[in-house]
Structures are given as C-alpha cells and as structure tokens.
C-alpha cells in the first residue's frame, strides 16, 4: 500500500464537504459509487472521470498524462464491486468469496504503474501510463491489504446508515467512525437529544452542521 498521509475531501448527499481517508487505496476507491444503493454517489462514467479520481487519490497521477478508454471504466467498475463486496465481509468477518478474490487477482495480475524517482527527489510515475496500469496497481494494493497483518482492521462505519470501509490504524483499534467530523458527529448529536427526550425530527444537514 501506498504509505502516503492523504485522503478524499467528500460532500454529502445534503451538501456537507467532509475529509474521509480510509488508509488503503483500494478502499478510497469504494467512494466512487457502485451498484445498488451505491449508485447515486457513481463518478465514474467517461473515461476522463477514471484518469480525474486517479489524481485526486493518494497515487496522484496526472490526469492529463493517464491515458484511458472506455473498455478500462467497465475494467474499474467490475474490480469495484469485488472490493466491495470483499471490503464488507472481511469487516463482518464472513468468508472471502471465490469470485471477489478472483477478479481481484486478475486486474492485479496485469501491468502495474511504474514508480521514478523525480528531479526533486520525490516519489513519481512514468509516463504515460495507462487505465488498466493504474487499476493493477490499485488491485495489488488491495491483495497487500486483505492478506497483510492490518485485515483484521478492516472496519465498516459504525453509523447504521453509513457503509464506507476503512483500515483502523489506531494505536487503540477503537476506531468506530468513518470520520469524526460526519458520522462521529451526528452520533453525538443523536445521543444528546435522546438523552433530552428530544424527537428525532430534526434533518440530518442539522445534525451534520452542529459543531463537535
């Protein structure tokens, strides 16, 4: 895994902007959308949408030197809906399935990014590269994590009508929220009004909005 200090600045359906870092590529990658209930948060249809999240992500790739076409966005949502699915069941600690782990294993098998060292010393890639380069190097990231000593870290949001996934890298392993700022929030919210017999008729931009 790319061992960068990063994450994704993410808006709420209601309009909130909140940062979300999940500690593994692989797992930023769930915030694109998907199927299903998933499929109103889809940023994923044209090919310049794939080579744009790639530059936002802790690869940092330059968007406009990532070349991709349409036949790599169907290649990136089919590895998506296996991380998914294999995110949330080793977060609920159900068996791995067949199909996941193969499809994982296949986009992982292909070439991956090349790494370079830059003029300023930093940590670059070689350009140009491809869609397909950059979804290989995603899926090793994902092998590297669900076979790697922080799996049983792997955690869902404890907000029950949240499902982003996220490796809890804490001292503690008490982790319990995607962010603290979203869902840490409005669980303190929620606990203070119900410990003043408040209704819950208030609008989740409300409660997202009150300060911690």
């Known amino acids: 895994m790319n061992a960068a ?20 590529l692989c797992l930023e990658f769930l915030t694109t959308g998907g199927t299903g209930a998933f499929a109103r948060f889809e940023v994923l249809h044209r090919p310049d949408d794939l080579a744009e999240w790639f530059s936002r992500s802790r690869l940092r790739l330059d968007a406009a030197r ?31 399935r067949r199909q996941d782990v193969a499809a994982i294993n296949r986009a992982a098998a292909g070439a991956a990014l090349v790494p ?5 010393g930093a940590c670059g890639w070689r350009y140009p590269a491809s869609g ?30 949240c499902f982003l996934v996220f490796v809890d890298a804490s001292r503690p392993g008490r982790r319990r929220w995607c962010a603290m700022e979203r869902c840490g929030n409005r669980h303190k919210v929620r606990a203070l009004r119900a410990r003043r017999g408040e209704p819950e008729e208030h609008s989740e931009r409300e409660a997202e909005e009150t300060p911690t």
């Not at 990063?6 to 940062?19: A, H």
């Not at 349409?70 to 159900?94: I, K």
């Open 116 to 120: 370079q060292i830059t003029d300023d």
């Open 5 to 24: 200090a990063t994450g994704l600045l993410l808006r709420s359906p209601e309009g909130t902007r909140w940062f979300f870092d999940p500690g593994a």
């Open 66 to 96: 990532l070349r991709v076409d349409g036949t790599e966005v169907q290649a990136a949502h089919q590895l998506r809906e296996a991380l998914w699915s294999l995110a949330q069941d080793t977060a609920h600690g159900r068996p791995r």
């Open 132 to 161: 397909s380069q950059a979804l290989s190097t995603l899926a090793r990231d994902a092998v590297e994590l669900f076979t790697g000593p922080l799996v049983s870290r792997v955690r869902e949001c404890g907000a029950g009508d």
